[in-house]
């Protein structure tokens, strides 16, 4: 294998933080959550970061956090669902290591993402909508999309480490 990080993109309920934990045992790597850090880094959660700061703070936040994570090798880091979405970000992830979308169908997402405040940008199911639409030509520049809608996590690994195994 030619890479020493890896980090999961896609949209709010791909299952990237899941998937992260998973491959990261699987490497015998460490696995970061960027909202996980954020959540520790600003003593409140997501969604009172939004509420109460707003998202352009919380994606400065993304952005500190992230530029936290480039010195740090055999890491495999879980995204937000904006993060990859920002160029700038997206530049850093892709030159940092390898990126991988977790593409899940939005009905599937739907029904694993609930309205109910705990994610802000889910509470509006046609925003919900829009938002997954209009993210997915960022998500489609990772190294590698994953057609993960119908797939177990173990599955899910195991095919990242294979392409990992073939770069």
Known sequence: MKTDKVYLVGFMGAGKTSVARALARRLDWRAVDVDDMIEQREHQTVSAIFARHGE??????????LLDQLPHRHLVVSTGGGTFVDAENR???NSDGLSVWLDVPIERLIARVPADGRRPLAADRTEFQRLYHSRRTAYAQAHHRMDAGNLRIPAIVEEIVHWLESK
Do not use: G, Q, T
Request: charged share 25%; hydrophobic share 55%; proline share 8%.
């Open 91 to 93: 530049a850093l992830i």
């Open 56 to 65: 352009p703070y919380f994606r400065a936040s993304e952005r500190a956090v």
